[in-house]
């Protein structure tokens, strides 16, 4: 029995001292990188602590951490920031192992009783609801860039895109194109000449962008009067706006096998004192797009585009000044009814002068005061098989905006009230028969927000006055008597959002819309080369206005997430341009006319995000709008159909792969001399991997589009009567950001 008992405890010292043993051999490291998950920018000051002591590690400027003599192989790593979500992560350690890992965070709303902390915005629970379903950003925007803005926003719920060729893509919100749509960069309107006409390209390169976002309800006021459609506001910060003490930027590549492009992209930003100096130039080249049943010809694109822009920052706000040159030479098909056999070429340019300043107040009521302004020049031209010049087209605009941003006001707990002022100057050449003209705009706007126990409100009003005044007049014009113009317009919207429980919010918004007529839906008298028509517009034409009204409903859970949304726009006026059925003769080109009509646009949205599994995620998106004459109850002429998106993700902090298919339901409810196309599905797939290398970060996308290289048409693509969407798609897109 003794010598039983002496085995026994000589076991269980060799256990023991052979586990301290191996205690002291194990030395092993870890080391890292704190990431944002959605810029993918280093993190500073972020807290990492395991779980099973009282080691921790504060990340220093550039993200960075490390941890050595390790002693055990299994750690919970747990990862803080105020300004982000709390994270954990497993870390497995092998023997005398050295591990270098990457940690993504998502970014929050933090909210401290009636306190809410951002860097600079007031957020309510419609910035958490805009935030979650309408703004493209970080990866998954990288996921989805695109030759265009539009075909960037494509997929994007209630979005369509208008189109004439791969360049000329404009962005469809419910089925209202043209100027309904405001575009802005860095919340400035883009000056060209997009809204007018479907060959026109819209003068913004997506590819450097940080962020796109779908503005709708009372803060579309804060741009332009039309409630019923939207703002689609690109984001770059071209002009500095907080001070960072690194040099920072991103090194960029793009390209696309359906139509050999390729993309190169650069940008950097240097602090030189109290100074920030930042630059950005891209370029991109495509040869003519391939779909399943041939080449669509004529369909080239060139682009060159480089800011240049610089800020003076200190406790107290900041100015700050950019300069952007973007060039654009692309052309439209052609080889349809009234077309040119060969199509036709553009060059397009726009140069523009920004400046900006924000100053903040210590004050409890006035919180800071912002002043844009910007000098924009555009020239267009247009020049037919051979070089002949058919058309050009010369904008100098001048635009500026001055908001007065407050905090608490009587029962208002943030606001903007505002005034901008516009004048253009618009001039003509070539075969183009408008009137030179210069325009005058100016308007007054508020926007309030109210937050009450579980209901918020926001609302907003807007009042407008244009001048517009053709070089000359002309009263015996076929169109009628060619004159200036004046108009008086106002417009308001308000929305409420009513958080029922944690987990659903109710929502509704009504709003009286207005929009001025533009230059063209009043002054157009002849043929437009490259649109393929001949338009004539009305000089008597009044305001477009209306009525709209939504309703939704979202439900967000730990796994799942749902919105609802439901439309109904009622307008009075209805300015469309139709075509006749008439032909003029002299040119073989359609007669479109301007008509003014009563219409109702109506329909349906939905969003559904499902983490059935771990990591796993099941998603869908859908959007039917149903538009009509009142008068007739014929349908409204480029109407999208029924489309959406189901999609299959499995994603982890580094990397995310799926497939999707976006569908179309046929479109059979047609305007007079307007194309039926049939329904669709297309498969697509997506690989997207983030990885950091000491201060550099790393992201790739890969996505292959049209996977079975599928012939189908886009109902409001303008050369689909003689060619299809493109065929199999493979994008690559690589960006390198770096701090240091």
Do not use: C
């Not at 979650?132 to 860039?145: H, I, M, P, T, Y």
């Not at 100053?359 to 800071?368: A, G, H, Q, T, V």
């Not at 308000?494 to 109710?506: A, C």
């Amino acid at each position: 029995m003794k010598l039983f008992y002496s085995k026994l405890l000589i076991t269980f010292l060799l256990i023991f001292f052979s586990s301290k043993i191996d205690a002291e051999i194990f030395n092993g490291s870890l080391t890292g990188k704190v990431i944002d998950a959605e810029a993918n920018t280093p993190i500073p000051n972020a807290v990492l602590q395991f779980a099973e002591s009282e080691i921790y590690y504060t990340t220093n400027d550039l993200g960075e951490f490390q941890f050595h003599k390790l002693n055990e192989v299994k750690y919970t790593l747990i990862v803080t920031h105020v300004a982000y979500q709390e994270k954990r992560v497993d870390i497995n350690l092998s023997e005398k192992s050295d591990r270098n890992i990457i940690i993504y965070l998502l970014p929050k709303i933090i909210e401290i009783a009636p306190v809410v902390v951002t860097d600079l915005h007031s957020h309510s629970k419609f910035d958490e609801y805009n935030e979650s379903f309408n703004v493209l950003k970080g990866k998954e925007l990288q996921k989805e860039l695109g030759l265009t803005l539009a075909s960037t926003l494509k997929n994007e719920t209630g979005l369509a895109i208008r189109s004439m060729g791969p360049a000329p893509a404009r962005p469809v919100i419910r089925g209202l194109g043209g100027d309904r749509v405001h575009i802005a960069e860095d919340g400035v309107e883009v000056t060209d000449l997009s809204s007018t006409s479907p060959d026109h390209a819209v003068t913004i390169e997506p590819f450097s962008l940080e962020r796109i976002e779908v503005v709708r309800g009372p803060k579309v006021l804060l741009h332009t009067s039309t409630t019923i459609g939207g703002v689609v506001n690109a984001i770059g910060h071209e002009i500095p706006q907080e001070y960072s003490n690194k040099i920072s930027g991103a090194i960029g590549g793009y390209g696309e096998t359906a139509n050999k492009g390729f993309l190169g992209s650069f940008s950097t930003s240097i602090p030189i004192n109290n100074f920030i100096v930042k630059g950005e130039m891209s370029r991109r080249k495509t040869d003519d797009i391939s779909t399943p049943v041939g080449t669509l010809g004529n369909s080239d694109i060139s682009n060159l585009s480089y800011n240049f822009g610089t800020s003076y920052i200190l406790d107290f706000g900041f100015v700050g000044a950019s300069f952007k040159r973007y060039e654009l030479d692309y052309g439209v098909p052609g080889g349809f009814v009234g077309a040119h056999p060969f199509g036709v070429k553009i060059k397009m340019l726009r140069k523009q002068y920004n400046i900006k300043s924000r100053i903040e107040f210590d004050n409890s009521l006035l919180k800071n005061i912002e002043f844009n302004f910007s000098n924009v020049y555009y020239r267009h031209k247009e020049f037919e098989f051979g070089g002949l010049l058919g058309a050009e087209f010369e904008i100098t605009n001048y635009i500026g905006n001055i908001n007065l941003n407050h905090s608490k006001i009587l029962f208002f707990d943030s606001g903007t009230i505002g005034a901008s002022i516009e004048h253009r100057d618009y001039n003509i050449g070539g075969f183009v028969f408008n009137p030179p003209t210069k325009s005058l705009n100016a308007a007054a706007y508020l926007f309030e927000a109210v937050n009450y126990n579980n209901l918020s409100i926001e609302l907003g009003g807007r009042v407008n006055f244009s001048n517009i005044k053709p070089e000359y007049e002309k009263p015996d014009a076929k169109i009628g008597h060619i004159r200036e113009r004046s108009f008086s317009s106002a417009s308001a919207s308000l929305s409420v959002l009513y958080e029922w429980t944690n987990i659903v919010h109710l929502g509704a918004n009504i709003s009286r819309s207005s929009r001025i007529p533009t230059i063209e839906e009043l002054f157009t008298e002849g043929p437009h080369l490259a649109a393929y028509s001949y338009e004539t517009g009305n000089p008597n034409l009044g305001i477009e206005s209306g009525v709209g009204s939504e309703f939704f409903i979202y439900h967000r859970w730990n796994n799942f997430y749902f919105n609802v949304n439901l439309f109904y726009n009622d307008l009075s006026s209805y300015i469309i341009p139709r075509n006749s059925g008439e032909t003029n003769f002299q040119t073989l080109l359609p007669i479109y006319t301007t008509d003014d009509v009563g219409a109702k646009l109506y329909g349906s949205e939905l969003q559904i995000e499902w983490e059935f599994l771990k990591n796993l995620k099941f998603n869908f998106s859908s959007s039917y709008t149903h538009g009509k004459i009142k008068d007739t109850g014929n349908p409204l002429p480029q109407i999208p159909p029924l489309k959406g998106r189901v999609e299959i993700v499995y994603s982890t902090d580094d990397y995310s792969f799926g497939v999707s298919t976006d569908f179309a339901d046929k479109q059979t409810r047609l305007d007079e001399f307007e194309k039926p196309t049939a329904g669709y599905a297309v498969l697509n797939s997506f690989f997207n991997y983030s990885f950091s290398t000491s201060f550099l970060v790393h992201s790739v996308s890969l996505n292959v589009d049209n996977i079975f290289d599928k012939e189908y048409r886009n109902h409001l693509s303008r050369v689909k009567i003689i060619m299809p969407e493109a065929g199999r798609n493979i994008r690559l897109s690589y960006k390198l950001f770096y701090s240091y």
